[in-house]
C-alpha cells in the first residue's frame, strides 16, 4: 500500500509563487512515475506534471515555463514549483504515484488560490 501526503498549497497573489510537496509512504518498490493533476471548481481534472523513473518530464502546455517539477528520492518527495501564479490556476492540486498497469495512488489534494 502507498500513502501520498502533500503539503504546500495556500492563497497567493497573482505572479506570485508556491512550492507543493508529495511525500510517500509505504511499499513504494517499483514506482515508475509521479504526477500532478489539478481540479477547478465546475471543471474536470486536468493533468498538470509528470515525472518519471529516469528523470525525464511532461507537462501540460499553459504551465509550460512556469511550473517545474521535480523530485528527491532520497526523501520520497515529489515537488511541483509553481512561479508567475494565473487566477486560472486555483485548484485542488493532487500528486498520484503510477506502478506498471495499475491504477495510480492518489493523495488528498492540497488546494491553490490565485487571487489579489
Known amino acids: 500500500q502507498v500513502q501520498l501526503v502533500e503539503s504546500g498549497g495556500g492563497l497567493v497573489q497573482p505572479g506570485g509563487s508556491l512550492r507543493l510537496s508529495c511525500s510517500g509512504f509505504?511499499?513504494?518498490?517499483?514506482?515508475?512515475?509521479m504526477a500532478w493533476y489539478r481540479q477547478a471548481p465546475g471543471k474536470q481534472r486536468e493533468f498538470v506534471a509528470q515525472?518519471?523513473?529516469?528523470?525525464?518530464?511532461d507537462y501540460l502546455a499553459s504551465v509550460k515555463g512556469r511550473f517545474t517539477i521535480s523530485r528527491d528520492s532520497a526523501k520520497n518527495t515529489v515537488y511541483l514549483q509553481m512561479s508567475s501564479l494565473r487566477p486560472e490556476d486555483t485548484a485542488v492540486y493532487s500528486c498520484?504515484?503510477?506502478?506498471?498497469?495499475?491504477?495510480?495512488?492518489w493523495g488528498q489534494g492540497t488546494q491553490v488560490t490565485v487571487s489579489s
Open positions: 498520484t504515484a503510477h506502478r506498471g498497469p495499475f491504477e495510480p495512488y
Open positions: 509505504g511499499s513504494l518498490f517499483g514506482i515508475e512515475a
Open positions: 515525472i518519471n523513473s529516469d528523470d525525464s518530464t
